[in-house]
């Protein structure tokens, strides 16, 4: 069972009792009315207290201490389901295997071109020791070849400047939005405020009052929500760390991270876990796009992320995810100009259409759920982590072991030629 078991799912869990099955039209049942709204017909009682109620909603709202107990033990169940099995062991070895292996083979390219040649000819580095001003255009044809290799690796990522991300403040512990969704005080300044603006100590929520759920969709939202959410959030992340938290500079460029990253939005995927989730964004996290910002050790610290924006509750969730919503949007906003129209342009701007309706519906969703929700999907998160970075450990001992014996195989091999 999963903490995110929504709307269905939850009510479905906690039906205890129904109308007698003995009922007739001579001997009717007794209908109770709702404790809650006091409006609708009862149709199931609480297991713990036994309060009678109509829907989830009346549920949600009957009783803190009931529904943070059931939270908690939803969680449990899932944390004790959390020992990785065979095939998550092996995928993770995979993706280590992989890492390793393309990084080495680069390290191993970089030696044999040319280590010794100087990255800047002698005339470059006078111009820039004398002050001059140096564009790519400056450059000779080895030196840009340089300059763009050291911008692949990621070396040039060493010059910038670490960035705070907004989360980890202490002003994003007082994010507080009013009932509707939209921000509860407006800052009084004579220009109208820009969301993009970099200055803001946390992105803004939502410009107008946010609809409730069933207005957006006639069906009742996925049990699989929360799980999709922390899949979201973590591309949210790991697009700041990447971009230094500007991805205004390319919002299209961020976009399209956000989409690789993420299964849910990207590739319409589906996970059912938590595990699942992670495990696909850290393989992502360690592709040859992207492996150049830390491989595995980077992609746990984007779940650290993930987890802090959880511990910050539902408004600072919204909050991210209206970010979010604003790249996305800026993204299409900027396809949609582009003159050139070809099969790619065509499928990168239903990608974002569709990623920017579920974001939306996400915040929605979101604005919906009870407060302890969040904590406890924050504590599941962190133990995901360390159970993963528990098999990541065991994954790496025995690639390690693999490759020395492969060499010792080499080595016989020689000897016997």
């Keep these: 069972m999963l903490l995110e078991s929504g709307s269905r799912t939850m009510a479905d869990t906690i039906i205890t009792s129904e109308a007698s099955s003995n009922s007739s039209q001579l001997n009717p049942p007794s209908r109770t ?38 939270m908690r033990d939803n ?38 071109d040319g280590s010794a040649e100087s990255a800047l000819s002698e005339e470059t580095i006078q111009k820039i020791m004398s002050g001059l001003e140096i564009s790519f255009d400056d450059l000779s044809t080895e030196e840009k070849k340089h300059f763009q290799r050291a911008i692949a690796s990621g070396e040039l990522s060493k010059l910038i400047e670490p960035w705070e991300p907004w989360w980890l403040k202490p002003s994003a512990k007082t994010i507080s939005l009013s009932r509707d969704g939209t921000q509860r005080v407006q800052p009084i300044t004579k220009h109208e405020p820009d969301p993009s603006d970099l200055t803001y100590e946390f992105p803004p929520g939502p410009e107008t009052a946010l609809p409730p759920v069933n ?86 610290g984007v779940i650290d992320d993930v987890a802090s924006l959880l511990s910050l509750g539902g408004d600072g969730l919204i909050c991210a995810l209206c970010d979010l919503h ?13 003159k050139v129209r070809n099969v790619k342009r065509t499928e990168m701007k239903a990608k974002l259409k569709s990623g920017e309706r579920k974001v939306y519906f996400l915040i929605c969703w979101v604005h919906e759920q009870p407060q302890e929700a969040w904590s406890s999907l924050a504590d599941l998160v962190m133990a995901e982590k360390n159970a993963t970075m528990g098999y990541m450990g065991n994954a790496k001992v025995s690639w390690k072991a693999q490759k020395k014996e492969d060499r010792k195989g080499k080595v016989i091999i020689e000897e016997v030629l």
């Design 75 to 112: 969680v449990m169940e899932e944390m004790q389901q959390l020992e990785p099995g065979d095939d998550t062991k092996q995928k993770m070895l995979d993706i280590l295997k992989r890492f390793h292996s393309e990084e080495e083979a680069e390290s191993m390219d970089d030696d044999n």
């Design 215 to 300: 207005k957006l969709s006639s069906s009742e939202p996925s049990p699989l929500l929360a799980i999709h959410l922390v899949d979201i959030l973590y591309s949210y992340c790991f697009t700041l760390r990447l971009y230094n938290g500007d991805w205004q500079s390319d919002p299209v460029d961020s976009a399209t991270v956000v989409l690789t990253v993420s299964l849910a939005l990207g590739q319409s995927g589906q996970p059912e876990t938590v595990s699942e989730a992670l495990s696909y964004c850290l393989e992502q996290t360690c592709s040859p796009a992207f492996r150049h910002m830390g491989g595995p050790q980077f992609g746990l």
């Design 326 to 338: 604003r790249m996305l949007t800026a993204g299409l906003k900027e396809v949609k100009t582009e």
């Design 33 to 70: 009315i709702c404790r809650v709204c006091q409006k609708q017909f009862s149709q199931y009682t609480c297991p713990r207290c036994n309060t009678r109620y109509c829907s989830l909603p009346c549920y949600k709202s009957h009783s803190l201490r009931c529904t943070e107990s059931f």
